[in-house]
């Protein structure tokens, strides 16, 4: 069991905290040339208490997938809720996106050069894809999505447009996207 799933003390708790956000601001400017002691500095704790919580940096790349992830939970159920199904796939794809638009860590840890450690954030990442699949399934059985949609397309549109957040053309990728697959 990691530690991101189990109890922690309150000064655990921080210092994992400290160790995520210093190494989501350091991924940000760097990418994976940064070093697990770069990241211990900018925490402010030692190497020691940054290996306690994480084994290497596919596991801090996980670690801040999954609290994306449990953000992007709550914005999934709330897109759920919408009526038209529709509405839930473009309320979910859009608030996804303009979530992660800010968050340079985010991006660099799901697209980076090295995949990351995903048995670390099972739960975070089963939740999300669950909504996902539900909203999609909605959408296409609605006859509002192409029938051959799948969940599995949600990620490559996601990918897709985050790959191009640099350049502000996104948002006009996405609308070629959704044009093409809406039913």
Do not use: C
Request: proline share 3%.
């Amino acid at each position: 069991m990691t530690a991101s799933r189990r109890a922690l003390r309150a000064d655990a708790r921080r210092n994992r905290d400290a160790i995520l956000d210093a190494a989501g601001e350091l991924f940000a400017q760097r990418g994976d040339a940064v070093q697990m002691e770069e990241i211990a500095e900018r925490a402010g704790l030692g190497v020691g208490t940054l290996y306690r919580h994480f084994a290497d940096k596919q596991a801090l790349r996980a670690a801040i997938i999954g609290r994306r992830f449990e953000e992007m939970t709550l914005l999934a159920q709330g897109a759920e809720e919408a009526e038209d199904p529709w509405v839930a796939f473009e309320s979910l794809l859009y608030g996804y996106l303009e979530a992660v638009e800010p968050d340079a860590a985010f991006r660099f840890a799901l697209l980076g050069p090295k995949e990351p450690s995903w048995a670390d954030i099972e739960e975070q990442k089963a939740a999300f894809s669950a909504i996902v699949g539900r909203i999609v399934r909605r959408a296409v059985e609605a006859g509002r999505l192409r029938a051959d949609f799948g969940p599995g397309d949600f990620i490559l549109i996601t990918r897709a447009a985050m790959a191009n957040m640099g350049d502000g053309q996104w948002r006009r990728l996405l609308d070629l996207q959704l044009e093409g697959i809406r039913a």
